[in-house]
């Protein structure tokens, strides 16, 4: 399996980004595709994860209501889509998978693989 991550960049505080995570290699069975992000200084985050089966997705308290996570199983990809971005949400982002049959698992040594990372700056 194989994961890339794309779509970071730098913009200004309210403003938008929307990254992605493009999957190959799954073989048979059910992923869950979560987000996380690491700041300078600061240990992995994880922000958000849906799953395979049923796409219900799950959020931390300091993105829910301003990130949203879709994906598109047809292509393979899961979006992450970044409102209202502040700078504490400045960080490397990361997607990751894990196999499992319903839902999304809460920490970042249970999933399996890592994408490369894609680094969002928000800055005035």
């Known amino acids: 399996v194989q994961l890339q991550a794309y779509g970071g960049g730098l913009v200004q505080p309210g403003e938008s980004l929307r990254l992605s995570c493009a999957a190959t290699g799954f073989t048979k069975g059910y992923y869950a595709i979560g987000w996380f992000r690491q700041a300078p200084g600061k240990e992995r985050e994880k922000i958000s994860c849906i799953s395979s089966r049923d796409g219900s997705a799950v959020y931390a308290d300091s993105v829910s209501g301003r990130f949203t996570i879709s994906r598109d199983n047809a292509k393979n990809t899961v979006y992450l889509q970044l409102n209202s971005l502040n700078p504490e949400d400045t960080a490397v982002y990361y997607c990751?998978?894990?196999?499992?049959?319903?839902?999304?698992?809460?920490?970042?040594?249970?999933?399996?693989?890592w994408g490369q990372g894609t680094l969002v700056t928000v800055s005035s």
């Open positions: 990751a998978a894990t196999m499992v049959v319903s839902g999304c698992r809460a920490f970042s040594y249970e999933y399996d693989y």
